[in-house]
Nanobody, 117 residues
Framework: QVQLAESGGGLVQPGGSLRLSCVAAGSGFSMYFMGWYRQAPGKQRELVATIISADSTNYADSVKGRFTISRDNAKNTVYLQMNSLKPEDTAVYYC???????????WGQGTQVTVSS
């Protein structure tokens, strides 16, 4: 069992930056691959970025070059550094933890990111 808690969301102007954090409570954090997803009003949840290790990351095309995902296994934490934010990045951002065996998926409660002038 893993409990996830996101933080770091807020209101930011276009072009600004935010850093989201997701702390995991429970055992075996390093065995999970972690991801950030987002859901805008009226839209389906979409993948933003995933990470297995520092040299194994994946990004949605819409955020490549602007967002960076990282993890600190010693702190049971995954981060999402978001730069050059655009209004279309406005959404609730969710942290997810996934494992192939035993099949497991856990989600945080989400944190709101609003990009507006």
């Amino acid at each position: 069992q893993v409990q996830l808690a996101e933080s770091g969301g807020g209101l930011v102007q276009p072009g600004g930056s935010l850093r989201l954090s997701c702390v995991a409570a429970g055992s075996g954090f390093s065995m999970y691959f972690m991801g950030w997803y987002r859901q805008a009003p009226g839209k389906q949840r979409e993948l933003v970025a995933t990470i297995i290790s520092a040299d194994s990351t994946n990004y949605a095309d819409s955020v490549k070059g602007r967002f960076t995902i990282s993890r600190d296994n010693a702190k049971n934490t995954v981060y999402l550094q978001m730069n050059s934010l655009k209004p279309e990045d406005t959404a609730v951002y969710y942290c997810g933890a996934f494992r192939n065996w035993p099949p497991s998926a856990y989600w945080g409660q989400g944190t709101q990111v609003t990009v507006s002038s």
